[in-house]
């Protein structure tokens, strides 16, 4: 792995133990009976799963991505709105 690459797996293994932590001290793993780990690798997976299906809405309606930001948890594109589908009412 290089520097980058190390780097940022470092920053989302601190996220993920800082959720974690964060769950904890609510106590929102309570009402699941889940431990608070566990709840975290979900709750980052959901993320991950949003910043992939706004990627693929963003393709279906024709925005380009001009840009990838790397967050703590995935990537993520700043979008330039591209023409509108003719014929989508708007």
């Known amino acids: 792995m290089n520097t980058v690459a190390i780097e940022f ?7 993920r133990k800082e ?13 699941s009976n889940t431990p608070d780990y566990l709840l975290a690798d979900y709750l980052i997976a959901c993320l991950r799963g949003l910043d992939s299906a706004i990627r693929m809405r963003d393709g279906h309606y024709g925005y380009r991505q ?6 703590g948890i995935g ?3 700043n979008v330039e709105r591209g ?3 003719s014929g989508d009412g708007q």
């Open 66 to 71: 001009f840009t990838h930001v790397v967050v």
């Open 19 to 31: 959720l974690a932590g964060l769950l904890n001290r609510h106590s929102m793993e309570n009402g």
């Open 83 to 85: 023409p509108r589908p």
């Open 75 to 77: 990537t993520s594109g």
């Open 9 to 15: 797996h470092e920053k989302q293994e601190a996220f």
